[in-house]
């Protein structure tokens, strides 16, 4: 993927800070589509507590599971919040000590670095959407948060599959020519 022997430092931080941040707010919304979804979770609770002889509605039964699922809400806000500060300084990086691959736009980029080049500008476009989106969302105004939320939802359907390009790059990489690509990510 790269032809660099080595990373630096800020390099890798800002590399795996980004990952780990996102990876957690995937986490989060995975988990509010899945296991943690408003309705099972209602349902849960309004078995639980059948079993016990307490009955409630099915409104609060989603009421307790929304209050429940608050505190990992919170999580994926805090999250986004370094996200936006990782993707800043990821900008602010790439800006002033040039891109770590070849530009799309190069014509001396053969055709494995220009669909590398295009999947990462398309990855840090959809990164961006998401942190404006969400900034959106906390401090925008009320009137379009609809709009917002829509778009700020989509975000999972650019980052799967980047996440599965990046892990087969990675892949095919270290079986290719570019032999000890974690390491260097990881070590330097």
Same mark, same amino acid.
């Given at each position: 993927?790269?032809?660099?022997?080595?990373?630096?430092?800020?390099?890798?931080?800002?590399?795996?800070?980004?990952?780990?941040?996102?990876?957690?707010?995937?986490?989060?919304?995975?988990?509010?589509?899945?296991?943690?979804?408003?309705?099972?979770?209602?349902?849960?609770?309004?078995?639980?507590?059948?079993?016990?002889?307490?009955?409630?509605?099915?409104?609060? =039964?989603?009421?307790?599971? /929304?209050?429940?699922?608050?505190?990992?809400?919170? &999580?994926?806000? +805090?999250? @986004?919040? *370094?996200? !936006?500060?990782?993707?800043?300084?990821?900008?602010?990086?790439?800006?002033?000590?040039?891109?770590?691959?070849?530009?799309?736009?190069? =014509?001396?980029?053969?055709? /494995?670095?220009?669909?590398?080049?295009?999947?990462? &500008?398309?990855? +840090?476009? @959809?990164? *961006?959407? !998401?942190?404006?989106?969400?900034?959106?969302?906390?401090?925008?105004?009320?009137?379009?948060?609809?709009?917002?939320?829509?778009?700020?939802?989509?975000?999972?359907?650019?980052?799967?599959?980047?996440?599965?390009?990046?892990?087969?790059?990675?892949?095919?990489?270290?079986?290719?020519?570019?032999?000890?690509?974690?390491?260097?990510?990881?070590?330097?």
């Amino acid at each position: 993927m790269y032809s660099q022997s080595k990373f630096p430092l800020f390099h890798r931080l800002l590399h795996w800070g980004l990952a780990i941040t996102m990876l957690v707010m995937l986490l989060t919304v995975l988990l509010r589509l899945g296991w943690m979804e408003k309705n099972h979770m209602a349902a849960v609770i309004t078995q639980g507590l059948a079993k016990i002889d307490v009955l409630i509605t099915d409104k609060q =039964a989603i009421s307790l599971a /929304k209050g429940i699922r608050g505190v990992m809400f919170k &999580w994926h806000i +805090y999250f @986004g919040y *370094a996200v !936006s500060v990782f993707v800043f300084a990821r900008f602010v990086y790439m800006a002033k000590f040039g891109l770590h691959y070849p530009s799309a736009f190069s =014509a001396q980029a053969t055709t /494995k670095q220009k669909f590398q080049a295009w999947v990462y &500008w398309l990855f +840090y476009a @959809g990164v *961006a959407m !998401s942190v404006s989106t969400g900034l959106l969302l906390e401090f925008g105004p009320e009137a379009i948060e609809q709009q917002v939320e829509t778009i700020h939802k989509l975000a999972l359907w650019y980052f799967i599959p980047f996440i599965s390009l990046h892990l087969a790059g990675i892949l095919l990489a270290e079986a290719g020519h570019n032999k000890g690509l974690v390491s260097k990510m990881i070590g330097g």
